[in-house]
């Protein structure tokens, strides 16, 4: 079953905008991470936030959480084209204990037009 | 340093066949998941290994099984092909209870 939600389910930019992306989920959890996906292709994963922590940057990349809303949101700060592609969160479930699995959202698709 | 690694790429079945696909975890990684992604879907959990165990499951069928090697590398394998099958199945590896996962570029299976 899918833990979390992604919105929008599509998003369309030009280069050089801001985009957003909005995640929320269901249960406790230990940790959200947010992966991206090319045409269908294996997930490189981007970052990832621990449920102590509020925000974190990485690069053009902003990610928050909100523990109390269950939700997350990913900045792309600054697109290109090239950022083109498919963006999950995944949740690592509060109730593993002594090892972890993600949980994964359907996705957002974004369209960076140069 | 390689990657995650999934082999075949590409596969056709026929419904009723039954199908193995591999995977190598990233160099010094000893915890393999896999994960099936319908097309428009995000991946769900099948099942992951670690020492060589079935450590944790996902709501798959008992068609679907895996394996896990001395060395880390996994399988999967899925009996009795159904058309709902069809999906790109992804190689995550991790180390122990280390929650970051990499991923392979996965293997399409198409059943017909």
């Known amino acids: 079953s899918q833990q979390g939600e992604e919105d929008p389910q599509a998003l369309s930019i030009q280069e050089g905008e801001n985009a957003t992306m909005n995640c929320s989920y269901k249960?406790?959890?230990?940790?959200l991470q947010w992966y991206r996906q090319n045409s269908g292709r294996g997930l490189v994963h981007l970052i990832l936030?621990?449920?102590?922590?509020r925000e974190k940057h990485s690069g053009r990349l902003r990610v928050t959480l909100d523990t109390s809303k269950k939700s997350s949101s990913l900045l792309i700060t600054a697109s290109r084209a090239a950022d083109t592609a498919s963006y999950f969160c995944?949740?690592?479930?509060?109730?593993?204990?002594?090892?972890?699995?993600?949980?994964f959202g359907k996705g957002t698709m974004l369209l960076v037009s140069p | 340093d390689a990657g995650v690694t999934q082999s075949p790429t590409h596969l056709i079945k026929t419904r009723g066949q039954q199908v193995t696909l591999r995977c190598s975890p990233k160099?010094?990684?000893?915890?393999v998941s896999w994960y099936q992604q319908a097309l428009g879907q995000g991946p769900q959990f099948i099942f992951q290994?670690?020492?060589?165990?079935?450590?944790q499951r996902g709501n798959f069928p008992d068609r679907f099984s895996g394996h896990q090697f001395p060395n880390y590398s996994s399988e999967l394998n899925v009996n009795a092909l159904l058309l709902g099958d069809s999906a790109l199945y992804l190689c995550?590896?991790?180390?122990?209870?280390?929650?970051?996962?990499?991923f392979g570029q996965g293997t399409r299976l198409t059943v017909v």
């Open positions: 995550a590896s991790s180390l122990g209870t280390e929650t970051e996962a990499f």
């Open positions: 160099s010094g990684h000893d915890t």
């Open positions: 249960t406790s959890i230990n940790n």
């Open positions: 995944a949740t690592d479930d509060a109730r593993n204990s002594g090892y972890s699995t993600l949980t």
């Open positions: 290994y670690y020492e060589e165990e079935e450590r």
């Open positions: 936030i621990r449920s102590n922590e």
